[in-house]
Each structure stands twice: as structure tokens, then as C-alpha cells.
């Protein structure tokens, strides 16, 4: 139900910009988030926005460098990342904050979760 798209190869500096489309589910009413797990690394937070898009959630790692943004009319969420490093790297998955959470840093607080995009970025 939730299909991220946009991963790929960038040299470290470069840009890259994350989608995640909803097929059979409104996102309009959904607080979404970002996360990724690098090889052989545990799975974590990276950015949540809430439904309306008036609140966003950053981690330190990329505050400053990653902005998420949403477009309810289109069902879809972003991620542009700049400035990209090396510990980018990683399969970044979007998902869906279940109704009535407000832990948006806490995986197991998401009922849906896209495929996952590959992001790889060269040093």
C-alpha cells in the first residue's frame, strides 16, 4: 500500500529526493515517517511530518540537511536529502504513524510500511 521510489547511487554532496506513494489508503490522515537501517545496523528514526504537515521531526543526524514535506492531494511524501555522506547509506523505508500516536520516533509505532529504496552514496 505504500511504495517509496527515488533511492539510487550519489556521490557524497549530491541530492537525492525520496517519494512514497499510497495505493488503497488515504495518507491525508496519516502522520508519516521516515526510517533506515544500514547493513548490519539496526533500523532508525529519520524524519516524521504530521497529517496536516504542520509539524515535522528531524533526527540530529540529518537536521539540517533532510526536509520532508507531503502532498495529501497527490497521497504522497518526500524526502529531499542533500548534502548526502557516506553514512547515508542505507534501504530508507517510509510508513505510516498509527492513529493516535504521537511517538513518531518509535518504529513499532507504525501500522504500514513501504518496500524500501535503496540509497547508496559513494565517498
Known amino acids: 500500500q505504500l511504495q517509496a521510489s527515488g533511492g539510487g547511487l550519489v556521490q557524497a554532496g549530491g541530492s537525492l529526493r525520496l517519494s512514497c506513494a499510497a495505493s488503497g489508503r488515504t495518507l491525508s490522515i496519516s502522520s508519516m515517517g521516515w526510517f533506515r537501517q544500514a547493513p548490519g545496523k539496526e533500523r532508525e528514526f529519520v524524519c516524521a511530518?504530521?497529517?496536516?504537515?504542520?509539524?515535522?521531526y528531524y533526527a540530529q543526524s540529518v537536521k539540517g540537511r533532510f526536509t520532508i514535506s507531503r502532498d495529501n492531494a497527490e497521497n504522497t511524501v518526500f524526502l529531499q536529502m542533500n548534502s548526502l555522506k557516506f553514512e547515508d547509506t542505507a534501504v530508507y523505508y517510509c510508513?505510516?504513524?498509527?492513529?493516535?500516536?504521537?511517538?513518531?520516533?518509535?518504529?513499532?509505532?507504525?501500522?504500514?510500511w513501504g518496500q524500501g529504496t535503496k540509497v547508496t552514496v559513494s565517498s
Open positions: 510508513a505510516a504513524l498509527r492513529a493516535g500516536s504521537y511517538y513518531y520516533t518509535r518504529g513499532n509505532e507504525y501500522d504500514y
Open positions: 511530518i504530521t497529517w496536516s504537515g504542520g509539524t515535522k
